[in-house]
Nanobody, 118 residues
Framework: VQLVESGGGLVQAGGSLSLSCAAS????????MGWYRQAPGKQRELVAR???????NYGDSVKGRFTISGDVAKNTVYLQMNSLKPEDTAAYYC?????????????WGQGTQVTVSS
């Protein structure tokens, strides 16, 4: 699958951004879809994840501020980010978790940069 992220950019602290991840095939063919981020000098970390059944989980640092959602008809996963902080600055990556049942493999997008100014 090809995953294409969009929506990154520069925003002031306290602002909002919405990221999109368009998949080249149906997202129901994957066990879960997720957003991860990586800041310079840091390890990649989970931001948010949504399973095929709609169960969501979030990284501790974004709980209550970010929301992940999916649109099966559009093969797209979204990440709504509110109350952004400078520490949210990172490259954000979309990920698809492959399914044994659907014979799909894990995949990553190329990433989109989010920069939050103080």
């Amino acid at each position: 699958v090809q995953l294409v992220e969009s929506g990154g950019g520069l925003v002031q602290a306290g602002g909002s951004l919405s990221l999109s991840c368009a998949a080249s095939e149906s997202i129901v063919r994957f066990d879960a879809m997720g957003w991860y981020r990586q800041a310079p000098g840091k390890q990649r970390e989970l931001v948010a994840r949504i399973t095929r059944g709609g169960i969501t989980n979030y990284g501790d640092s974004v709980k209550g501020r970010f929301t992940i959602s999916g649109d099966v008809a559009k093969n797209t996963v979204y990440l709504q980010m509110n109350s952004l902080k400078p520490e949210d600055t990172a490259a954000y990556y979309c990920a698809a978790e492959g399914s044994i049942i659907w014979h799909t493999a894990d995949s990553w997008g190329q990433g989109t940069q989010v920069t939050v100014s103080s």
